[in-house]
Nanobody, 121 residues
């Protein structure tokens, strides 16, 4: 069973930084898509940051310029560096892995269990 394990969440004052990590129990290849999503209280899950199968990076509008997604395929890991955090960034953050075959087709998608980020003012 594939597992994605997130870590690095916590309680931080507004303006502070956190770095989230996600480690997969399977190999992450360079063509797989990886991303971070979040779900705040009473809100739907939304995109935070994503690296597509083709390598392009996409960020949710509210985090552009503050958050940076990166990946280390050798470690089967995905990271999210978060700076200048705001109370509205408070949410459960989820890691996502989309496995892609050599033909470019997505074959399966996996989610982590989530890690809580709470930003106080």
């Amino acid at each position: 069973q594939v597992q994605l394990v997130e870590s690095g969440g916590g309680l931080v004052q507004a303006g502070g930084s956190l770095r989230l990590s996600c480690t997969a129990s399977v190999r992450i290849s360079s063509i797989d898509g990886v991303g971070w999503y979040r779900q705040g209280p009473g809100s739907q899950r939304e995109l935070v940051a994503h690296i597509s199968s083709g390598g392009s990076t996409n960020y949710g509008g509210s985090v552009k310029g503050r958050f940076t997604i990166s990946r280390d395929n050798a470690k089967n890991a995905v990271y999210l560096q978060m700076k200048s955090l705001k109370p509205e960034d408070t949410a459960v953050y989820y890691c996502n892995l989309a496995k892609v075959n050599p033909d470019g087709m997505e074959t399966s998608t996996y989610w982590g269990q989530g890690t809580q980020v709470t930003v106080y003012s």
